[in-house]
C-alpha cells in the first residue's frame, strides 16, 4: 500500500504520524492537569490535648500567630488555609505539670506530626513545613 509512495512523501508520512501522536500525548495531559489540578494550598489543622483542662500555647502558621504564650482550654483546635512552603510550629505546655499532653498537625485531613508527652515532662512541639 505504501510502497509505491516515494522516500520523500513515506517521511512526511511518518513526520505527520509521529506529530499527531504528540499532538493527543498534549491533549491528554492539559485534560488530566484540569481534572486534578496542582494545588498549591493546604488545609491545616492544629489540635492540642492535655490533662488538666488546659493548656499554654504558641503558634506560628503564616499570618496565624500567637507568639505570646497563651492560656486555651482543652481540647483545642484551629484550621487554616496554608501555602506550599509554609513554615509552622505549634508548642503545647502543661502547667499542672500532671497527666498527659499532646500536640497534632493534619494535613487536608490526613494525620501529618504529632508529640505527646507524660509529666514530669510538660512541654511538646509539633513543626513542618507545608509540602
Known sequence: MFSSLSPGR????QLAV????CATALIIIMILTRLNPVTNSHQVR???E?????????????QVLISKPATITVPWS????LSTGT????????PTQTGKITCRITLDGQAWKEESAVAPKSGVACAGIVP
Open 10 to 13: 513515506k517521511i512526511i508520512l
Open 18 to 21: 509521529v506529530l499527531g501522536l
Open 46 to 48: 492544629f489540635e492540642v
Open 50 to 62: 492535655a490533662s488538666g483542662g488546659f493548656a499554654v500555647i504558641t503558634l506560628q502558621a503564616g
Open 78 to 81: 484551629k484550621t487554616v488555609q
Open 87 to 94: 513554615e509552622i510550629y505549634l508548642t503545647a505546655s502543661n
